[in-house]
Every structure is written in C-alpha cells, then in structure tokens.
T-cell receptor, first 117, second 114 residues
Framework: AQTVTQSQPEMSVQEAETVTLSCTYD???????LFWYKQPPSRQMILVIR??????QNATENRFSVNFQKAAKSFSLKISDSQLGDTAMYFC??????????????FGTGTLLAVQP | NAGVTQTPKFQVLKTGQSMTLQCAQDMNHEYMSWYRQDPGMGLRLIHY???????DQGEVPNGYNVSRSTTEDFPLRLLSAAPSQTSVYFC?????????????FGNGTRLTVT
C-alpha cells in the first residue's frame, strides 16, 4: 500500500523569507504523480503544484517549486518570498499513474504553515 | 461553470439520525469521490465512482453509502449517524483518461454528530 508522510505538523516563516515543507512517500510503483494542495482558513482545497514521476525536472509555479528526489522518495515544497496569503494547511498527495479513471489520491496528514508579518 | 458544488455547508445531527450530503459537478467528470478530513489525519477516501452506475469503497467506507445514477451527482448517505462521523467532508472530481489531471474539490461540509 502507498503511504504519504509529512513529518512537520506546524511551521512558521517570516514574510518574504523562504520555507521548505517536507514530504516522503512509500511505493513500489514506478509510474505515479505527486501533488501539493493548499487549504487556507476558508477550507477550500487549492492545487499548488504537480509533478510527474517520469520527469526529472522539478516542477515550478511562480514562487512555488519542488525538490523531487525519486530514489529517496522525497517530494518537498519550497515557497519563496513568503506572503501572508500563504498561511494555510499544505497537503502532499500521491497518485498511481496507471492511466484511466480508477486512480485514487492518497494524502499526507498536512503541515500547517503560518507566515508572520 | 460552477465546478463542484456541495450542500449543505454545515449540519448538526443527533446520534442515529440519517442524512444525505449532496455533491454535483458540471464539468462532465467521470471520476467522483468523497473524503473526510479529521485533525492530524489528513484526508481519507470514503467512496469513489468512475462513472454512472459504478461505485467502490475507499479507505474508510463503514457507515456510509453512495450511489451514482448520473454523471453529475454523487450523494453520500449516512444511514445512522455516530459521533465518530463528526468531520469535514469533501467531494472531489476529476477527468478520467488523463493521468495527471488534478482533483477539483467542493468547499466542504462540516458535520457535527451529537
């Protein structure tokens, strides 16, 4: 069975600084996808970034980037120039990539990030 | 295009009562799913469906029923509510046949069972 582990329940960062959130996963599959979702106090789930396991290049989306280490099964999220609006719970998620509609998203337990002014 | 719509946003039930959480999407997504979110446990999959007439169990299905009579709707039924079902429930959908298509989430339902 696949598992996703986020070992940092809470983190804090100063505005404009950089912070890295950790995520590790366990799988015997070779084809899969990884995601980071953000959940602000509004409770809405927002996709931040996604990574295909077959791509060596790390994904980036503006101030958000990942460090994908396939051999180590690690998928960390780096937030640069942190903003107050980045305050949220962040979830790492994993999906096996067989193709088709049956793929299920497995979530970690989340990291609560507080951006301090 | 409303996306994924969940109703109600909040609900309080007494132990033993039944209710249905509604979920509808207007994106023609074949895949739909229900998650529950509990503190320290992340989101756990309850049930999912890959198309009309097809449903399957997720990680925590006990106490919940689902049906999928149309592509648009995927209701979640609690037949006899228990305090352990106090949680925030999310419905989510995605395109099928596209491997890395993301899940689109509704805004959640906060359920309290007393």
């Amino acid at each position: 069975a696949q598992t996703v582990t986020q070992s940092q329940p809470e983190m804090s960062v100063q505005e404009a600084e950089t912070v890295t959130l950790s995520c590790t996963y366990d799988t015997s599959e070779n084809n899969y996808y990884l995601f980071w979702y953000k959940q602000p106090p509004s409770r809405q789930m927002i996709l931040v970034i996604r990574q295909e396991a077959y791509k060596q290049q790390n994904a980036t989306e503006n101030r958000f980037s990942v460090n994908f280490q396939k051999a180590a099964k690690s998928f960390s999220l780096k937030i640069s120039d942190s903003q107050l609006g980045d305050t949220a719970m962040y979830f790492c998620a994993f999906m096996i990539g067989y193709g088709g509609a049956t793929n299920k998203l497995i979530f970690g337990t989340g990291t609560l990030l507080a951006v301090q002014p | 295009n409303a996306g994924v719509t969940q109703t109600p946003k909040f609900q309080v039930l007494k132990t033993g009562q039944s209710m249905t959480l509604q979920c509808a999407q207007d994106m023609n997504h074949e895949y739909m799913s229900w998650y529950r979110q509990d503190p320290g446990m992340g989101l756990r999959l309850i049930h999912y469906s890959v198309g009309a007439g097809i449903t399957d169990q997720g990680e925590v299905p006990n106490g919940y029923n689902v049906s999928r009579s149309t592509t648009e709707d995927f209701p979640l039924r609690l037949l006899s509510a228990a305090p352990s079902q106090t949680s925030v429930y999310f419905c989510a959908s995605r395109l099928s046949g596209t491997e890395n298509s993301p899940l689109h989430f509704g805004n959640g339902t906060r359920l309290t069972v007393t």
